[in-house]
Nanobody, 121 residues
Framework: QVQLVESGGGLVQAGGSLRLSCAAS????????MGWYRQAPGKQRELVAT???????NYADSLKGRFTISRDNARNTVYLQMNSLKPEDTAVYYC???????????????WGQGTQVTVSS
């Protein structure tokens, strides 16, 4: 069993910053890709950013320069630093990780429960 627990969401004014954290725990042998996705009301879930074990990052084009993803492999934790936040960044932010629970199984996708980020104008 693997759990992803997000924290750090909340209410912030436009132009402000928030830092999200997501810690993976449980029966973890290894973690491959980790990432953040978001879903705004009435919209589909979309990619925010991903990061490999070797710290190679990928961002949604619209978020480059404002958001920064990082990870601590020793702590199985991924972070999302969000700066210059805009009202359109309001969404539920979900953590994702590709986790292998034993050496004999493939990596499977796991998701956190989501954390609400609300940006007021």
């Amino acid at each position: 069993q693997v759990q992803l627990v997000e924290s750090g969401g909340g209410l912030v004014q436009a132009g402000g910053s928030l830092r999200l954290s997501c810690a993976a725990s449980g029966s973890i042998f290894s973690i491959n890709l980790m990432g953040w996705y978001r879903q705004a009301p009435g919209k589909q879930r979309e990619l925010v950013a991903t990061i490999t074990t070797g710290a190679t990052t990928n961002y949604a084009d619209s978020l480059k320069g404002r958001f920064t993803i990082s990870r601590d492999n020793a702590r199985n934790t991924v972070y999302l630093q969000m700066n210059s936040l805009k009202p359109e960044d309001t969404a539920v932010y979900y953590c994702n990780a590709e986790v292998r629970t034993t050496p004999y199984r493939p990596h499977l996708d796991y998701w956190g429960q989501g954390t609400q980020v609300t940006v007021s104008s």
